[in-house]
């Protein structure tokens, strides 16, 4: 879209609000990169402290199915 603005060409109102509004999805596309691995570690460290076993402590032979 901004090669077509460049060669004068004009941009129907869908187009232009995407012009508008892409400096604010930049901005919350960083924001959401910066929180990535911040969050991918806490997920580790949060899995790490749960044992397998507790995990899946509840198995299908423990259920009846009728």
Known sequence: MQE???AGKTL???QKEAMRSK???AAIIDDLEHLCAPLAAALVKELSTVKASDACSWSFNSYSFI
Do not use: D, G, K, M
């Open 4 to 6: 077509s603005v460049a």
């Open 12 to 14: 129907n109102q869908e």
């Open 23 to 25: 400096p604010t999805l």
